[in-house]
C-alpha cells in the first residue's frame, strides 16, 4: 500500500528539500511558531500542523496543506489565457476533509503554496476557526495531472482564491522592516491564525 504513495517514488522524493524550505520560510516569517508534519509515507488527510508555545506545551493553531509548485508569482497572478489567475487548485475531497479537521479542532486551515522558481511561500487561510470560509472558493470539474508522476485525472476541484497579501519573499522575514507585512500576530486581516477567542496564558 505505501509503495503507491506518490512520496514514495522518485518524482515525490524530490518534493521532500522543498516541501522541507517551506516550512522554514514560514517559521522564520512567524517566530514563536513551529509546523509538525504528519507520517510522510502514511496517507493522512492533512501534510501538517502549525504549532504554538503556549506556557509549557505546544498548542495546535492550524491544520495545513502544503504544495510545491514549478510555477513562478507571475505566472499565479496573471491574467493571460494560461495563467493561474490568483487561484490555487486543490481537489475538492481533499480540501473537505483539510476542512473538517480543523473544524473539528476549532483552528483554522490554511494552505502553504511553495513557488520553486521563485523561493516564494504564499500562505492562505482557507477556512476560519469557525469552519466558515476565508477566502472565495469554487468547484469545477476538470481533467487535471494526477500525481506528481503524471496521469490525468477527471474529477472535481476546488480553486481556491490566493490574495496578494499572502506573498512572502524569505528576504522580506523582518529584517525589511516591509511596510506591508504585519509585524506581530494576531492582526485580523494578516495572521493566518487569527481567532478572536484565543487568549495565550501567561
Same mark, same amino acid.
Given at each position: 500500500?505505501?509503495?503507491?504513495? /506518490?512520496?514514495?517514488?522518485?518524482?515525490?522524493?524530490?518534493? #521532500?528539500?522543498?516541501?522541507?524550505?517551506?516550512?522554514? $520560510?514560514?517559521?522564520?516569517?512567524?517566530?514563536?511558531?513551529?509546523? $509538525?508534519?504528519? $507520517?510522510?509515507?502514511?496517507?493522512?488527510?492533512?501534510? !501538517?500542523?502549525?504549532?504554538?508555545?503556549?506556557?509549557?506545551? *505546544?498548542?495546535?493553531?492550524?491544520?495545513?496543506? %502544503?504544495?510545491?509548485?514549478?510555477?513562478?508569482?507571475?505566472?499565479?497572478?496573471?491574467?493571460?489565457?494560461? /495563467?493561474?489567475? @490568483?487561484?490555487?487548485?486543490?481537489?475538492?475531497?481533499?480540501?473537505?476533509?483539510?476542512?473538517? =479537521?480543523?473544524? @473539528?479542532?476549532? %483552528? *483554522?486551515?490554511?494552505?502553504?503554496?511553495? #513557488?520553486?522558481?521563485?523561493? =516564494?511561500? #504564499?500562505?492562505?487561510?482557507?477556512?476560519?476557526? /469557525?469552519? !466558515?470560509?476565508?477566502?472565495?472558493?469554487?468547484?469545477?470539474?476538470? %481533467?487535471?495531472?494526477?500525481?506528481?508522476?503524471?496521469?490525468?485525472?477527471?474529477?472535481?476541484?476546488?480553486?481556491?482564491?490566493?490574495?496578494?497579501?499572502?506573498?512572502?519573499?524569505?528576504?522580506?522575514?523582518?529584517?525589511?522592516?516591509?511596510?506591508?507585512?504585519?509585524?506581530? &500576530?494576531?492582526?485580523?486581516?494578516?495572521? &493566518?491564525?487569527?481567532?478572536?477567542?484565543?487568549?495565550?496564558?501567561?
Amino acid at each position: 500500500m505505501n509503495g503507491l504513495l /506518490d512520496i514514495n517514488t522518485p518524482n515525490g522524493q524530490k518534493t #521532500l528539500p522543498q516541501v522541507d524550505r517551506a516550512y522554514e $520560510i514560514f517559521e522564520q516569517r512567524f517566530p514563536g511558531f513551529m509546523v $509538525i508534519s504528519t $507520517i510522510e509515507d502514511r496517507a493522512a488527510d492533512n501534510d !501538517s500542523f502549525v504549532c504554538q508555545v503556549v506556557g509549557k506545551r *505546544p498548542v495546535v493553531r492550524a491544520v495545513v496543506e %502544503v504544495k510545491c509548485r514549478n510555477e513562478t508569482l507571475r505566472k499565479m497572478h496573471g491574467t493571460g489565457e494560461h /495563467d493561474y489567475h @490568483s487561484e490555487w487548485l486543490i481537489t475538492l475531497d481533499k480540501l473537505k476533509r483539510c476542512g473538517a =479537521i480543523a473544524a @473539528s479542532l476549532k %483552528v *483554522p486551515f490554511i494552505g502553504l503554496c511553495y #513557488l520553486v522558481p521563485d523561493d =516564494i511561500l #504564499l500562505v492562505q487561510r482557507i477556512y476560519n476557526w /469557525d469552519g !466558515s470560509k476565508a477566502t472565495d472558493i469554487r468547484d469545477e470539474w476538470g %481533467v487535471t495531472d494526477a500525481t506528481c508522476n503524471g496521469g490525468k485525472a477527471n474529477r472535481l476541484n476546488a480553486y481556491v482564491k490566493v490574495h496578494d497579501k499572502g506573498d512572502w519573499k524569505p528576504t522580506q522575514v523582518w529584517a525589511l522592516n516591509d511596510p506591508v507585512l504585519p509585524t506581530t &500576530p494576531y492582526e485580523p486581516e494578516d495572521d &493566518p491564525f487569527y481567532d478572536p477567542r484565543f487568549k495565550p496564558r501567561r
